[in-house]
């Protein structure tokens, strides 16, 4: 329910990548009547998919749900249901941006500049660490099961979010009223305003956002102030994050004080993007 409501909060398809999302439609057959539209698009493909349908390919190399969701969401439900090729596959174009078919005769490359959010329980059985339950095959069920997800790509998910099972009591309470997706939404167009602003400043290409940032961009405009530069190195030395996670945890942190309207990434922003990263002791959901 949450991801498939993420596309409502971004903001709408500037021109550019309007035409975009159109083209890739447009190639893939699906773009009905001619018909445009600013809404983000959003792809929940089945755990079955294959490599083709994932990545694309075929004897005309139609682009795959990764170029599909360009500019947009692309949502895998069960995570580790997929085959682990089809979800190492994901890789290159999470690093890139685009995806390249390459065939006997011919080779294309298609954008695919996605968000990706996975859900998965975390275990086979659905139900290790919950108070109250007790595995057969103890904890060996979830770590054989969350081990489907390769190293290289986990570090690749900037966001690990534990999200307990919701108890009865919790069902009967009244329901309570929460933030509107309108009043995110506006949230994240200011936030996205700021990015805008830093990449022209930059000379960097219209519409860099934080998670786009090149490297050579990266500490400095990212570089939080001195009590979270320390909180930051000892992190990275006692949890050994890569250089990537490294970068990846000062861009999260750049974007929640962006979210904040805060000029300096602070020691509460580093803690904030430093948890989402640990991994927790069920994988439930990232992005």
């Given at each position: ?14 021109p550019?990548e309007l035409?975009?999302?159109s083209?890739?439609?447009s ?37 795959g749900?990764?170029?599909?969701s ?22 290159q174009p ?8 390459a ?10 500049r ?16 919950e ?10 069920c ?15 998910i ?25 009043a ?7 936030a996205?305003q ?7 400043r ?11 940032l ?11 102030d ?21 970068h ?28 989402f ?10 992005g």
């Open positions: 329910m949450l991801a498939a409501r993420l596309s409502s909060i971004l903001p709408p398809l500037q550019r035409l975009e999302v083209m890739i439609a190639v893939n057959g699906t773009l009905a009547s001619g018909q445009l539209s600013d809404r983000r698009p959003f792809r929940s493909p089945h755990h079955s998919a294959s490599m083709a349908a994932m990545v694309g390919g075929g004897i005309r190399a139609r682009p749900e990764v170029s599909l360009h500019r947009g969401v692309l949502f895998l439900d069960e995570f580790p249901e997929f085959s682990p090729a089809v979800l190492d596959s994901l890789r999470i690093e890139s941006g685009e995806c390249a078919i065939r006997a005769n011919h080779r294309v490359t298609y954008p695919a996605f968000q990706l959010v996975a859900a998965m329980n975390p275990c086979r059985c659905g139900m290790s660490g108070p109250g339950h007790r595995c057969a095959r103890g904890p060996r979830a770590a054989d099961y969350q081990a489907r997800i390769s190293g290289p790509l986990l570090d690749r900037d966001l690990r979010v534990d999200v307990p099972a919701v108890s009865a009591s919790d069902l009967l309470r009244p329901a309570q009223v929460g933030e509107t997706s309108a995110v939404r506006a949230r994240v167009e200011g996205r700021i990015q805008a602003s830093r990449a022209a930059l000379g960097l290409e219209p519409g860099t956002t934080n998670a786009l090149p490297a050579h961009a990266v500490e400095g405009v990212t570089r939080p001195a009590a979270g530069g320390r909180l930051l190195a000892e992190a990275a030395e006692r949890m050994r994050f890569s250089a990537r996670a490294f990846r945890i000062l861009k999260v942190a750049r974007t929640l004080a962006d979210l904040a309207g805060a000029e300096t990434v602070g020691r509460a922003q580093i803690a904030e993007a430093i948890s990263r640990a991994a927790p002791e069920r994988l439930q959901a990232a």
